[in-house]
């Protein structure tokens, strides 16, 4: 048997995925454990909920620090590694309409996304899953924790049904689209906004009689099922990035990262 696992997780909320990968590690399901929660806010429910069960928890808090950042930056010392024009052009986003405003966003993530790195050092991990952390990481935070090329360790639930609807409100869009299917997405995390490597996919049928309510309560059923599931393959080894080469029509060549599950 692989040995097992070490997990850290961030939350922003309730922490439900946390709890179905907790009790997933609790019965065996996922050779692991949860040896950290952290969270953005001080108020995140998971954070008690992750306490009772003996989880070390910890809070970067993002709100005090943008805040803090936005009325007087002298307060607060970025990074001594920190490269505004580098993260800027790993994420694309090198020539920005609003230079001030992604000065700020840059800089302010850059602050905290040190915070959780140093919580998150005093607590080893094998992978770190994000259970509803409604924070994107930079380059900065992504570059720090990748540090083997080709084995990302950032894993992320989304949802909808990758890679359409990316962004925080998957399900109201999906809903409000009209589509017939909605979903869930486990993926790795990368420089863009939901477009790393597709671990995992769940789909449920929306009815006439669907809410938007009813709409999310299916996709978290199904949440709840599917990422302990993809955590059990990385915990079992069975998973591998690949690069993927494909000639379309017109003689381009579209390349593309994508997971390869290996069967047991």
């Given at each position: ?158 949802p909808a049904l990758l890679p359409a609807f990316p962004g925080t ?96």
């Amino acid at each position: 048997m692989e040995k097992p696992i070490r997990i850290g997780a961030l939350i922003s909320g309730t922490g439900s995925n946390l709890d179905a990968v907790v009790s997933a590690c609790e019965a065996g399901r996922i050779n692991g454990r949860v040896v950290f929660a952290g969270a953005d806010t001080p108020g995140a429910a998971g954070l008690e909920k992750a306490r009772k069960k003996g989880i070390p928890t910890f809070v970067v808090d993002y709100p005090d620090i943008i805040r803090t950042f936005k009325s007087d930056p002298d307060r607060l010392q970025l990074p001594a590694d920190f490269d505004a024009g580098e993260i800027a052009r790993k994420q694309a986003i090198a020539n920005p309409e609003n230079k001030d405003r992604l000065r700020v966003f840059l800089a302010s993530r850059a602050i905290a996304e040190a915070e959780l790195l140093e919580q998150m050092a005093a607590h080893p991990f094998d992978l770190l899953i994000l259970a509803g952390f409604m924070r994107n990481l930079t380059p900065y935070f992504i570059d720090r924790v990748n540090t083997e090329p080709g084995r990302p360790k950032i894993m992320n639930i989304h949802p909808a049904l990758l890679p359409a609807f990316p962004g925080t409100d998957g399900y109201g869009e999906t809903f409000r689209y009209g589509c017939k299917v909605g979903g869930c997405t486990v993926h790795f995390i990368d420089y863009g906004e939901d477009s790393g490597p597709v671990i995992g996919q769940r789909c449920f049928t929306i009815e006439e009689d669907d809410t938007i309510e009813s709409v999310k309560k299916k996709g978290l059923e199904q949440e709840w099922s599917l990422y302990p599931e993809c955590i059990r393959y990385f915990a079992e080894g069975r998973m591998h990035v690949a690069k993927q080469t494909h000639t379309l029509k017109n003689g381009r060549l579209y390349q593309r990262s994508v997971v390869k599950i290996a069967r047991k």
